[in-house]
């Protein structure tokens, strides 16, 4: 594009009413340039021009995708499929030997055809039009064009000329040099019609009419994406169409919607559930219309098999079918997407197909480990055993973690230690945390250490400053602090800018009677919080436990500060909120603080 702005401004300015040695100068300047440039090793758009390249970025790669867009043409010609909706409707329309994420035409020209159908087209052809036609004209003065008319119809032919080939006027940088162009024919033109004594109403309203025709388009299709709903039902194939992201968004909300009303306490029974399936029926209802205009959503078509299978209860062995084939639908179109893949295992718990569920499940978190608490909670709903999840899901680490309390809730921390003994095998700073954990409410601190032990020292320090934590809560356990302190020692020298295990070293300094060297552990711990952007309720934890130092170092006022200071971050911090209150009323201070 700015090699073709050069070229034909070059080639106008020798044909402008400039004087003879300057046209002449660009003449001599344009030639050999022109011959320099074709005769590169690839000459500009030689490759472009290759029809046997297929590349995004040739002709061959480009022209199955225009023919493509023809078709969004084709079934909506009067406006299009709404302005912005290009890379939701090509979808639709995309054949298979185009790979590839297609969010724009790559012709300007022909995507305003498809997306705005024809008002908008022959709105941005007249303006360009008007603009050519006006900026052609001769100076009253010269009998010639301009030297500033040849300038901006240059420029803008150009910018014309590379839409049919690429995106251009969609990159603002672009798009904001035209609209300046197209308004500098404003300063251009009324000064040459006046000199000539013609009137320039006419022109204003013909350069005004093509933008606000397009204006009015853009406004009713933005209408349309704010209040799908109300748009788009009626009017056949020239209807606006608002966005998948848009319905699927409304569809999303009516389900919210929905939602609040069922547990909604406060209304009837019978009122919540005939409230709930009404929002049920309006999501569908959005949802079913945002996959007419992009059958590729996955999620959206996993939330209408949830939707349908709420409206349908109790289901026949003919729905159970279809839901099936929609579930495999949903599953095939996003193989690798966690979301998708447990959004369709809680599905089919809910319609009593366990093994199938479960096998969903256990792909979305092979695909996202960490979604491993959202599938042991979507399990434990259904009141499935912790022994009956983890042979569901799998015995990795991230379940494991996850399992700690539904193992407790069932009474069998015991056998939840021992699975964790053997996935320690390869041990990771979450699992040293559970193993720890549960060893001690086992009261069994000898089992732990024996197994810290047994695993020996790390190369990862971050894992190794787990284990020395989990050293010196078992010899805490034990009785032996000097040991413990040692190890706590050992844990935040081997991760320094963690704050969690600089205020592990002051609880276990504190427990050993080293107030000093706990004030240092709690208020490095605040220094490293303070600079990694915590949470304010763990720094106000920090800012009460160095409270409880101050006072057991017998300075109650300090501790006093270190308790308000807790409390402006989290005023409901229990200990620090009932020392403030008692320390107020031993001073004798009957107002207290923060009122009860």
């Not at 000097?482 to 844990?491: P, V």
């Amino acid at each position: 594009g700015g090699l073709a702005a050069a070229l034909a401004g070059t080639a106008l300015f020798a044909r402008s009413g400039a004087s003879r040695r300057l046209r002449a100068l660009a003449l001599a300047l344009l030639l050999p340039t022109a011959y320099l440039c074709w005769q590169e090793l690839r000459a500009p758009g030689e490759r472009f021009f290759d029809s046997a390249e297929t590349d995004v970025a040739t002709l061959g790669g480009r022209l199955p995708a225009w023919g493509a867009t023809l078709g969004i043409v084709r079934d909506f010609p009067l406006i299009g499929s709404g302005i912005g909706t290009f890379e939701a409707a090509f979808v639709v329309y995309k054949p298979p030997d185009v790979r590839g994420r297609w969010d724009h035409a790559h012709n300007d020209w022909l995507q305003a055809l498809a997306e705005g159908g024809v008002l908008t087209a022959l709105a941005l052809l007249g303006l360009v039009a008007v603009a050519a036609v006006a900026l052609a004209r001769p100076s009253p003065f010269t009998g010639r064009p301009s030297l500033s008319s040849v300038a901006i119809l240059a420029a803008l032919g150009a910018a014309a000329l590379h839409a049919f080939v690429d995106f251009g006027l969609r990159i603002p940088a672009i798009a904001l040099t035209v609209a300046a162009i197209v308004g500098m024919i404003r300063a251009v033109v009324p000064h040459r019609v006046a000199v000539t004594g013609r009137s320039p109403r006419a022109l204003r309203w013909v350069l005004v009419a093509p933008p606000a025709a397009v204006a009015a388009v853009g406004i009713a299709v933005h209408a349309a994406q704010k209040n799908p709903e109300r748009w788009g039902a009626e009017g056949g194939r020239f209807r606006l169409v608002p966005s998948a992201q848009a319905l699927g968004r409304a569809g999303e909300e009516r389900l919210q919607e929905g939602l609040a009303l069922l547990n909604d306490t406060g209304r009837p029974p019978a009122e919540r559930l005939s409230g709930y399936r009404e929002r049920l029926r309006e999501a569908e209802s959005l949802l079913l219309r945002s996959l007419e205009v992009n059958p590729a959503q996955p999620r959206a078509t996993a939330r209408l098999a949830a939707v349908g299978f709420e409206l349908e209860s109790p289901i026949t062995p003919e729905q159970e079918r279809r839901h099936a084939a929609i579930f495999e639908l949903a599953s095939g179109a996003a193989p690798r997407d966690p979301q998708v893949q447990a959004l369709l295992g809680e599905l089919l718990l809910r319609m009593g197909r366990r093994k199938e569920a479960l096998s969903y499940l256990r792909r979305a978190v092979e695909l996202d480990p960490g979604s491993s608490g959202r599938a042991v909670a979507i399990l434990r709903a259904q009141l499935l055993g912790a022994d009956e999840i983890l042979d569901g899901l799998g015995a990795s680490p991230e379940v494991l973690v996850a399992l700690q309390q539904p193992f407790e809730e069932d009474g069998m921390a015991t056998e939840y230690a021992s699975d964790l003994e053997r996935a320690l095998a390869s041990p990771t700073a979450p699992l040293f945390a559970a193993y720890g954990e549960t060893c001690r409410k086992l009261r069994q601190p000898e089992r732990l250490l024996a197994t810290l032990d047994r695993i020996g020292k790390l190369t990862d320090s971050a894992m190794e400053a787990e284990r020395r934590r989990q050293r010196a809560l078992a010899l805490l356990a034990l009785g032996d602090h000097q040991k413990a302190l040692e190890e706590a020692r050992a844990a935040a020298d081997f991760s320094p800018e963690e704050p969690s295990f600089q205020e592990h070293l002051g609880r276990v300094a504190l427990v050993s009677g080293r107030t000093e060297e706990a004030l240092t552990g709690f208020r490095t711990a605040l220094s490293l919080a303070a600079r990694k952007g915590a949470a304010s309720s763990f720094r106000a934890t920090l800012y009460r436990e160095i409270g409880q130092a101050e006072e057991r170092a017998g300075r109650p006022d300090r501790a006093f500060e270190a308790y308000r200071a807790a409390l402006d971050l989290d005023p409901g911090e229990p200990h620090a909120l009932r020392r403030v209150r008692e320390m107020r009323r031993a001073a004798g201070i009957e107002r207290s603080y923060p009122p009860e």
